[in-house]
């Protein structure tokens, strides 16, 4: 089962994640993501909604993105989001769809 938030809203981030996850209602084989793939919403943003969700459930959620975390990162390497987290998570979190 998976479940996929996005950030698209001016609703507050806190408000988004405590709403994803009653709807989401994750058990632990649940594969949680956030789909980050609007320009306007800022790499700080869905960091903190990754944030909030592992806090939330205990375990780190997948970033589903393609060009724009391509775009927003440039050559930097961001700790977190690189790192992985659980090992059925693992390969989700290092996968990134490639548009070309």
Do not use: W
């Not at 790499?43 to 975390?69: N, P, Q, T």
């Not at 927003?72 to 769809?97: E, F």
């Amino acid at each position: 089962m998976s479940a996929f938030g996005s950030k698209r809203t001016p609703v507050s981030i806190p408000a988004q994640v405590d709403f994803f996850v009653r709807i989401a209602a994750p058990d632990k084989m649940t594969l949680l993501a956030l789909d980050h793939e609007d320009a306007r919403v800022p790499l700080i943003d869905a960091k903190e909604f990754l944030l909030r969700v592992e806090h939330a459930v205990g375990r780190k959620a997948v970033l589903y993105s393609g060009f724009l975390i391509k775009e927003q990162l440039g050559n930097r390497i961001d700790s977190y989001l690189a790192a992985p987290g659980d090992a059925t998570q693992l390969v989700a979190r290092l996968a990134v769809a490639v548009y070309r």
